[in-house]
């Protein structure tokens, strides 16, 4: 029962997420706020929901194994699954801005775990943890890269005719949702995420401890990629449509919104401690993103293809193996 009502809470998160986005875009776009900036805010933040509420929730239930497996897990299913499945479908050419951009922020970001989050290498302070502190780095390095992806954005709404705009808007007027059905959207989106939350953190702390398995290795190979299988689907039918830019795009942009946003506001709440198996999942995830980089970087085509994703697809497996195996 315990395990069906874990798969109930990330089920319910999933969906109710897919409400607040639904309904944060049929608001924004009725308020004249620019497509672009839907997509890069509205879109991003609601679809990164579940991983927030379950960190969040379980940081103010003293759960931080569950908080960083939580993250350390879907930015590890995104990497090596989400990417590769989408790159099986079709290679994935990857975009000059994400290349100067998105993956080095993504290297970055991960690597300030690492930096953050062991006092006693780099300090000889004897404890490893992420401090209120190193949330409020983490926080400040968010809004720098929001920054900039905001005036991209707006950048590429100026370029838009104020005749097409305007058309696109009266459109999106009479085609769109009321103003009451979104709203009822947005109410019932924040409703189910609560609630899927709480289900996802008592369930996920019950199994660990009446089965003995650490609360780290359930976010990291359940509750975390039980909150991504949505990305999934939605870069599949991404990659069909030959959108390499969305599913590169969504995937090291949710990778970055989880370090930096997520992952600074649950050490802000409560602080963190890095165990040797944490340190050593964020070493794996800095050497996935490397390799990431140097085939897209210096290949010819800059693309993900098929022999990386294969590659990516079997380093999940190794990485999951060794997690249990030392779990």
């Keep these: 029962m315990t395990v069906l009502l874990l798969i109930a809470g990330i089920a319910i998160a999933v969906v109710a997420a897919d409400l607040l986005v639904d309904g944060g875009v049929a608001l924004a776009r009725r308020w004249g706020i620019p497509s672009l900036v839907v997509g890069a805010i509205v879109v991003g933040f609601g679809t990164s929901m579940p991983e927030l509420i379950v960190n969040v929730s ?18 590890l299913f995104n990497l090596c699954v989400v990417m590769a499945v989408a790159a099986l479908v079709r290679p994935l050419v990857v975009s000059g801005d994400s290349r100067a951009k998105d993956l080095p922020m993504c290297l970055l970001a991960t690597a300030l775990i690492g930096v953050c ?6 300090d000889g302070i004897n404890y490893h943890e992420l401090m209120p502190s190193s949330g409020i780095i983490m926080l400040m390095f968010f809004g720098i890269y929001l920054y900039y992806t905001l005036g991209e954005t707006q950048v590429g709404a100026q370029h838009k005719q104020p005749t097409q705009a305007r058309h696109h808007a009266k459109t999106v007027a009479e085609d769109g949702p009321p103003v009451w059905r979104a709203g009822l959207f947005l109410v019932l989106g924040l409703a189910g995420l609560l609630v899927g939350g709480e289900m996802i953190v008592d369930n996920a702390t019950a199994i660990a401890s009446s089965f003995g398995i650490s609360e780290r290795l359930i976010g990291l ?18 990659a069909l449509k030959k959108q390499s830019d969305m599913v590169v795009g969504n995937v090291l942009g949710s990778c970055i ?7 600074g506001i649950t050490s802000f709440i409560l602080p963190v401690p890095m165990d040797q198996a944490l340190n050593q999942i964020v070493l794996f995830t800095l050497a996935v993103i490397a390799v990431i980089s140097a085939f897209v970087w210096f290949g010819r085509s800059h693309a993900i293809g098929r022999l990386l994703a294969v590659g990516l697809l079997a380093a999940y497996i190794a990485q999951s193996l060794w997690s249990v195996m030392a779990g």
């Design 257 to 263: 919104f989880n370090i930096l946003f997520i992952i």
């Design 117 to 122: 989050g062991n006092q006693l290498y780099w």
């Design 58 to 75: 379980a940081a103010l239930k003293g759960s931080t194994d569950l908080a960083m497996g939580n993250i350390l897990g879907s930015n």
């Design 221 to 238: 190979l359940i509750v975390g990629p039980g909150t991504s299988v949505p990305e999934l689907f939605a870069s599949v039918a991404a």
